[in-house]
C-alpha cells in the first residue's frame, strides 16, 4: 500500500492540475466571448435573427409543457391544500410555484435540450465543415459573427420563454382548479395577487432565467466550439451540452435560491 501511495498521489495531482487547466480555459472562452461582443450592438440584426432561431423552436415545447406543468400544480395542490382548509389558496401555490422554482429551472432544462444541442450541433458542424477556419482566413472573427450573436440571443430568449412557461402554468392551474374542481375563481386570482411580490417573487424568478440563459448558453456555444471535427465528435459534444447544462442548471438553482432565503 504505501509502494502504491505515490503514484495515486501523482495522478490525483494530474487530474486536479487537468481540472484547472480546464477551468481556466473555459473562463478565458467566456471572457473571450465578452471581449467579442463589443461592436456586436451596432449589427442587432444578428443578434434578433439568433432570437428568432433559438425562441422560436423552444416556444411550442416550452408553452405545452407549461400549461401541463400548470394542470399537475392544480392538482396536486388542490389535493394537498384541501386537507389544511386552504383550497382557496391553489392561486397563490401555483403562482409562487412557477414564478420562483418551476419557471426558470423546467425552462432552463427544456431549452438545454431543445436549443442548447441544436447551438452545439450547428456550431460543431460549422467547424468539421470548416466553415470557420474559412471565416479566420476571410479576416472574420467567427467570435464575434457567430458565437457572440447567438450567446446573447439565448440570454435575452431565456427569460421571455420562462414568462411564457409561467402565464401558461398559471392558466393551467387555473382551469384544472375553477371551471374543473370548483375552487372560487375570486379567491384564486385574489389570494395570488397578494400574495405574489413583483420583486421577492418575480423580480428573483428573472433573475434566476437570465443566469440559466448565461449558463445553458454558453456550455452549447463552448461544446459545439470545441468539438472533435468529426460525427463522433459532434454528437459526443450534444450529448455533453445536455448533462453539463442541466446539472450546472440545478446547482446554481441551489446556489441561488440559497442566497436569495438568506436575505
Not at 9 to 27: F, S
Not at 110 to 130: V, Y
Not at 188 to 203: C, H, R
Not at 207 to 227: C, N, P, R
Request: net charge neutral.
Amino acid at each position: 500500500m504505501m509502494q502504491r501511495l505515490p503514484g495515486l498521489l501523482a495522478a490525483l495531482g494530474a487530474r486536479v492540475r487537468t481540472g484547472l487547466a480546464d477551468l481556466g480555459y473555459t473562463a478565458t472562452a467566456f471572457l473571450a466571448i465578452l471581449r467579442a461582443s463589443g461592436g456586436l450592438w451596432r449589427r442587432p440584426r444578428l443578434i434578433t435573427d439568433q432570437i428568432h432561431f433559438i425562441g422560436n423552436y423552444s416556444l411550442v415545447i416550452i408553452a405545452i409543457s407549461g400549461l401541463f406543468v400548470g394542470f399537475v400544480l392544480g392538482l396536486q395542490g388542490y389535493n394537498t391544500l384541501i386537507s389544511y382548509g386552504s383550497e382557496q389558496s391553489l392561486g397563490l401555490l401555483v403562482a409562487l410555484s412557477l414564478t420562483r422554482e418551476l419557471g426558470p429551472v423546467v425552462t432552463a432544462l427544456l431549452f438545454a435540450g431543445r436549443a442548447g444541442t441544436s447551438l452545439t450541433a450547428e456550431i460543431g458542424l460549422m467547424k468539421a465543415g470548416e466553415q470557420l477556419s474559412a471565416m479566420e482566413m476571410m479576416a472574420v472573427d467567427p467570435l464575434q459573427r457567430v458565437i457572440a450573436p447567438r450567446f446573447w440571443a439565448g440570454i435575452i430568449a431565456m427569460p421571455i420563454l420562462a414568462a411564457v412557461f409561467s402565464a401558461l402554468g398559471v392558466l393551467g392551474g387555473y382551469f384544472v382548479g375553477v371551471p374543473l374542481i370548483g375552487v372560487d375563481e375570486g379567491a384564486f386570482w385574489s389570494q395570488m395577487q397578494a400574495g405574489v411580490d413583483i420583486w421577492d417573487d418575480i423580480a428573483n424568478g428573472v433573475l434566476k432565467s437570465v443566469v440559466f440563459g448565461i449558463a445553458a448558453t454558453f456550455v452549447a456555444l463552448y461544446q459545439g466550439y470545441e468539438a472533435q471535427p468529426t460525427p463522433e465528435g459532434v454528437a459526443r459534444a450534444t450529448t455533453r451540452t445536455v448533462v453539463v447544462s442541466s446539472l450546472l442548471v440545478l446547482w446554481l438553482d441551489f446556489v441561488m435560491t440559497a442566497l436569495m432565503f438568506n436575505k
